[in-house]
C-alpha cells in the first residue's frame, strides 16, 4: 500500500502562486508515475500534470501548461506542483494520484492506484 498526503492549498488572488506538495509513504518503490488531479463543484476530476517517477519526465494538460510545473523530490518521495499565475478557473480541489502500471494513460483517473485525501485552492477575482 502506498499513503499519498497533499499539503499546501488555500486561498490566493488571480495572478497569485500556490505550491501543492504529496508525499508518498509505504510502498513507494511501486510507484511509476504520480499526478496532481483537480475536481471543481459539478465537474468531473480532471488531470493537471504528471510525472514519471524514474526519469522525471513530465506532462502537463494544455490548460495549465506554462503556468504550472510539476517536480519530485525522490529522497523525499514527494512531488509538487508550483502553480502561478493562477485564475478563478483554476479554483478545485487537487488531488495527488500514484499509479504503478508501466502503461499508465496519465490523463485517465481510473488507472491510478492511490489518491490522497485533496487540498482546496481557491482563486478569488
Known amino acids: 500500500q502506498v499513503q499519498l498526503v497533499e499539503s499546501g492549498g488555500g486561498l490566493v488572488q488571480a495572478g497569485g502562486s500556490l505550491t501543492l506538495s504529496c508525499a508518498a509513504s509505504?510502498?513507494?518503490?511501486?510507484?511509476?508515475?504520480m499526478s496532481w488531479f483537480r475536481q471543481a463543484p459539478g465537474k468531473e476530476r480532471e488531470f493537471v500534470a504528471g510525472?514519471?517517477?524514474?526519469?522525471?519526465?513530465?506532462y502537463y494538460a494544455d490548460s495549465v501548461k506554462g503556468r504550472f510545473t510539476i517536480s519530485r523530490d525522490n529522497a523525499k518521495n514527494t512531488v509538487y506542483l508550483q502553480m502561478n499565475s493562477l485564475k478563478p478557473d483554476d479554483t478545485a480541489v487537487y488531488y495527488c494520484?500514484?499509479?504503478?502500471?508501466?502503461?499508465?494513460?496519465?490523463?485517465?483517473?481510473?488507472?491510478?492506484?492511490?489518491w490522497g485525501q485533496g487540498t482546496q485552492v481557491t482563486v478569488s477575482s
Open positions: 510525472i514519471r517517477w524514474s526519469d522525471g519526465i513530465t
Open positions: 494520484a500514484a499509479g504503478r502500471n508501466r502503461g499508465i494513460t496519465l490523463p485517465n483517473p481510473s488507472e491510478y492506484n492511490y
Open positions: 509505504g510502498r513507494t518503490f511501486s510507484i511509476y508515475a
